[in-house]
């Protein structure tokens, strides 16, 4: 089992609440196209991937051209991913094995946790995840089955960037712009680590692991959650941007890149919650602080 660079954990919403607050310093976007429900317009365009002030693996900075296409508002919730596995009975990859990846915070190291899956996601033993939070403790398999289930796809991480950029090639290393992620007056942009990573987490921003998606509110394009919370699922395999041109052929120890960080990112560890960030696992992990959010074509509609 792969685990990715960061972590946060997730439950998700009967009721899928988004803040209707934009975040300071966005500029709001009209959607030139009606979006389906849950969903935004995301413009096309050409936006710089990548940063030559993040790591290698953020190296380097290409242009690249993204057509428009919707995007789920917010990462798909415990209560919507509920309602796909009473629809299909779908059996998530962590209950076939039976266990899933959590980070011990005792001893910050990862471990698989008997019974841990997308309603328990610390283990048999733990509290319930809560509707309105992110799901979590689903493979990129589980990800790609509730995504046909619904007529939707998920992102490559081209078109993850481009829309964490506000679909206009904004360059600040966050969804909101450079301000730190505990802005002016003390307010939080996002569900990150704070505190010493793993050691003590303060919990500042109000939580410990998951938080109901929109609480920190929206960018520009309307997109909850970007930043923090959980990473998330893309369709693309992990490589380098360096092989990006060459042909590939994945195996059994190729991997899924995900995006947005998690509730687990500390900027001294691994500060996933810039735009230009990455992380990866293979397609069959569980992990507590990973989840996903859909597109769809816009030729569908």
Known sequence: MGVGACAA????????FVSHETIPGSRAIA????????????????????????????QPVFPADVGPFFMDVAPVTVARFRTFVHATAHVTSAERAGDAGVLDARTGMWTLVPGATWHHPLGSD??????????????????????????????????????????TDARGQYPWGTES????????????????FPAHNTAADGFLLTSAVGTFGANALGLTDLAGNVWEWTD???????????????????????????????????????????????PETALFHVGFRLVQDTARR
């Open 126 to 167: 733990g509290p319930a995840a809560p509707d309105d939070h992110p799901v979590t403790q689903v493979s990129w398999h589980d990800a790609t089955a509730y995504a046909r289930w619904a007529g939707k796809r998920l992102p490559t991480e081209i078109e993850w960037e481009h829309a964490a950029r506000g679909a």
């Open 31 to 58: 959607p030139p196209l009606e979006a389906p429900s849950g969903m935004v317009y995301v413009p096309g365009g050409t936006t710089r991937i990548g940063t030559n002030a993040g790591g290698p693996d953020e």
């Open 9 to 16: 954990m997730a439950t998700a919403g009967a009721a899928l």
């Open 181 to 196: 992620p505990t802005g002016a007056n003390g307010r939080h942009h996002a569900n990150i680590w704070q505190g010493t």
């Open 236 to 282: 693309s395999w992990f490589r380098s941007y360096h092989d990006r041109e060459r042909p590939f052929t994945p195996d059994a120890r190729s991997e899924r890149v995900q995006r947005g960080g998690s509730f687990l990112c500390h900027e001294d560890y691994c500060h996933g919650y810039r735009v230009s960030a990455r992380s990866h696992s293979t």
